[in-house]
């Protein structure tokens, strides 16, 4: 193809994609607009559905005018060869090829972020708090921008030169071992995000002794889960939603529920939450996720190979030459198709492992404080009990509220 062809191939790609969201969102919107599912119609009481139908309509149009803007922005940068205005405006300042890229990459972060600023802070502090969701102050916010600007200087920074150094020495073969360092990389983060990266954005306090952390440990000893990372996050100082999750592995293991989780629901709900997630560890779901992401990675590396060291990608999108860093840009709207096919068995594999927690949690605790916590949380969230199914296979990482029910009473 000649650069041309390429360049009009990948605004075909980013327009499709766009349409295809879109078109998504709006056939989900008018299939949630019907009436509650009968197994359903306790769970809302009339007031409460009726905000949570305003707070998706909200959130769908929002999601439509910042996913407009975005497309059309990147749309005016390629057609006008905006990346490869920005690799030549850089190219006297930066002739190091591996500190350029590093520079053309945090350049175009700072100027995303510049960009998307107005809209996080209108969905946080518009949207968020009209629904009641949002307890983060200004003061929260500018930190944590301030915090993920340093994360990705130093965290970002490391890696990238690291995978630009591998890439530009090492040249096609470079995917196998781009792939044993991002698979370090993600062992690392697995095993130590909680203890290192999350308590920069949060308090971690061991779960207090006393009746909640008995009857846990009570459960624990009782299915064999040996049991002594159970952590509080608090999340209640940015957002009212409540949630829950494992990470780790080996002795690095962790269970973090949020205050809010444990303000808001009852200790037999609490401790079936909790056995929801050690179903997640007996199952070995984090282990196969780890296996499946690292194979999925291995095959983006390949593709990536064979197409980051054509020189007509560059020119596609306004280089005068072979450049390796527009190149990883081209290649990453390329490869959105592709993408999409594998997000969606990634979130059929999810939605299959959701099951099976669900199913250990009820066979080793109980089904009905299970049904309860999962259904509060629904009604906090505000979420959508009725969305599209196409939507759900494509979009949702976990079954709907009442796949999971129905699947809890059919065991």
Same mark, same amino acid.
């Given at each position: 193809?000649?650069?041309?062809?390429?360049? *009009?191939?990948?605004?075909?790609?980013?327009?499709?994609?766009?349409?295809?969201?879109?078109?998504?969102?709006?056939?989900?919107?008018?299939?949630?607009?019907?009436?509650?599912?009968?197994?359903?119609?306790? &769970? +809302?009481?009339?007031?409460?559905?009726?905000?949570?139908?305003?707070?998706?309509?909200?959130?769908?149009?929002?999601?439509?005018?910042?996913?407009?803007?975005?497309?059309?922005?990147?749309?005016?940068?390629?057609?006008?060869?905006?990346?490869?205005?920005?690799?030549?405006?850089?190219?006297? *300042?930066?002739?190091?090829?591996?500190?350029?890229?590093?520079?053309?990459?945090?350049?175009?972060?700072?100027?995303?972020?510049?960009?998307?600023?107005?809209?996080?802070?209108?969905?946080?502090?518009?949207?968020?708090?009209?629904?009641?969701?949002?307890?983060?102050?200004?003061?929260?916010?500018?930190?944590?921008?301030?915090?993920?600007?340093?994360?990705?200087?130093?965290?970002?920074?490391?890696?990238? +030169?690291?995978?630009?150094?591998? &890439?530009?020495?090492?040249?096609?073969?470079?995917?196998?071992? #781009?792939?044993?360092?991002?698979?370090?990389?993600?062992?690392?983060?697995?095993?130590?995000?909680?203890?290192?990266?999350?308590?920069?954005?949060?308090?971690?306090?061991?779960?207090?002794?006393?009746?909640?952390?008995?009857?846990?440990?009570? +459960?624990?000893?009782?299915?064999?889960?040996?049991?002594?990372?159970?952590?509080?996050?608090?999340?209640?100082?940015?957002?009212?939603?409540?949630?829950?999750?494992?990470?780790?592995?080996?002795?690095?293991?962790?269970?973090?529920?949020?205050?809010?989780?444990?303000?808001?629901?009852?200790?037999?709900?609490?401790? #079936?939450?909790?056995?929801?997630?050690?179903?997640?560890?007996?199952?070995?779901?984090?282990?196969?996720?780890?296996?499946?992401? &690292?194979?999925?990675?291995?095959?983006?590396?390949?593709?990536?190979?064979?197409?980051?060291?054509?020189?007509?990608?560059?020119?596609?999108?306004?280089?005068?030459?072979?450049?390796?860093?527009?190149?990883?840009?081209?290649?990453?709207?390329?490869? #959105?198709?592709?993408?999409? &096919?594998?997000?969606?068995?990634?979130?059929?594999?999810?939605?299959?492992?959701?099951?099976?927690?669900?199913?250990?949690?009820?066979?080793?605790?109980?089904?009905?404080?299970?049904?309860? #916590?999962?259904?509060?949380?629904?009604?906090?969230?505000?979420?959508?009990?009725?969305?599209?199914?196409? +939507?759900?296979?494509?979009? *949702?990482?976990?079954?709907?509220?009442?796949?999971?029910?129905?699947?809890?009473?059919?065991?």
């Amino acid at each position: 193809m000649s650069p041309d062809q390429l360049l *009009y191939l990948i605004i075909g790609i980013v327009v499709l994609d766009y349409f295809f969201d879109q078109t998504l969102d709006f056939i989900n919107q008018k299939h949630s607009n019907g009436e509650i599912p009968e197994k359903l119609k306790g &769970v +809302y009481k009339e007031d409460e559905y009726v905000k949570s139908q305003a707070y998706q309509k909200v959130c769908s149009r929002f999601s439509f005018w910042t996913s407009a803007f975005s497309t059309i922005l990147i749309l005016v940068i390629l057609y006008f060869g905006g990346f490869g205005y920005l690799d030549k405006l850089l190219a006297p *300042y930066v002739a190091d090829p591996i500190l350029r890229s590093l520079a053309f990459f945090g350049v175009l972060f700072v100027f995303s972020d510049i960009i998307n600023l107005p809209f996080t802070y209108y969905s946080t502090f518009v949207i968020e708090e009209r629904f009641g969701f949002n307890k983060m102050t200004i003061k929260t916010f500018v930190v944590d921008k301030l915090k993920g600007y340093l994360l990705a200087i130093i965290i970002g920074g490391l890696l990238g +030169y690291a995978l630009m150094w591998i &890439v530009i020495e090492l040249g096609q073969d470079f995917w196998m071992y #781009a792939l044993i360092l991002i698979t370090g990389f993600t062992l690392f983060m697995n095993l130590f995000y909680t203890s290192l990266i999350l308590p920069i954005f949060n308090k971690l306090s061991p779960l207090e002794d006393g009746e909640l952390k008995d009857k846990i440990n009570a +459960y624990a000893k009782r299915v064999d889960f040996p049991l002594d990372n159970i952590f509080i996050i608090d999340g209640s100082k940015r957002s009212t939603k409540a949630n829950a999750f494992f990470s780790g592995l080996g002795k690095k293991k962790k269970i973090v529920l949020y205050d809010t989780l444990i303000n808001d629901h009852s200790q037999e709900e609490l401790v #079936a939450v909790l056995a929801h997630e050690v179903g997640h560890f007996k199952k070995k779901h984090i282990v196969t996720g780890l296996i499946l992401s &690292v194979f999925q990675m291995g095959i983006t590396f390949y593709v990536m190979s064979l197409l980051i060291f054509n020189s007509d990608l560059s020119t596609a999108l306004g280089a005068e030459e072979l450049s390796i860093h527009i190149n990883f840009i081209a290649f990453g709207m390329l490869y #959105a198709p592709i993408s999409r &096919v594998t997000g969606l068995f990634m979130n059929m594999l999810s939605r299959k492992n959701e099951y099976e927690a669900d199913a250990f949690a009820v066979n080793s605790y109980d089904a009905k404080p299970l049904m309860s #916590a999962l259904k509060r949380l629904s009604v906090s969230s505000l979420s959508n009990l009725a969305p599209h199914p196409f +939507y759900v296979k494509m979009n *949702y990482s976990h079954p709907t509220l009442l796949q999971r029910l129905e699947a809890m009473e059919k065991l």
